[in-house]
């Protein structure tokens, strides 16, 4: 079983910055990938950015130039530097971590508990 715990999330004026954290712990994994999602109030949940293993990134193009994701292998933490906010960015942010198992050799998708970012005007 692997536990992610996020931190970072709270209230920021539109321009300003955050940067979310979330470390996975639990005993025999190797993350794969992991990522950030968000969920505003009525919409799906999306994604904002992920980051594999090799280093690779994706993003959403919403916040592409103004977020940065990172990860920190040594810690399984991964972090979301977030710049330039505007309230359209207000959501729950969401870790997530695709996991191989190395008990069973299979690929797991665990998710966090949610963070809020609150973006005003």
């Known amino acids: 079983q692997v536990q992610l715990v996020e931190s970072g999330g709270g209230l920021v004026q539109a321009g300003g910055s955050l940067r979310l954290s979330c470390a996975a712990s639990?005993?025999?994994?190797?993350?794969?990938?992991m990522g950030w999602y968000r969920q505003a109030p009525g919409k799906q949940r999306e994604l904002v950015a992920t980051?594999?293993?090799?280093?690779?990134?994706n993003y959403a193009d919403s916040v592409k130039g103004r977020f940065a994701i990172s990860r920190d292998n040594t810690k399984n933490t991964v972090f979301l530097q977030m710049n330039s906010l505007k309230p359209e960015d207000t959501a729950v942010y969401y870790c997530?971590?695709?996991?191989?198992?190395?008990?069973?050799?299979?690929?797991?998708?665990?998710w966090g508990q949610g963070t809020q970012v609150t973006v005003s005007t």
């Open positions: 997530h971590a695709r996991v191989l198992s190395t008990s069973t050799w299979s690929y797991n998708g665990y």
């Open positions: 639990g005993s025999g994994f190797s993350i794969n990938a």
């Open positions: 980051t594999l293993s090799g280093g690779s990134t």
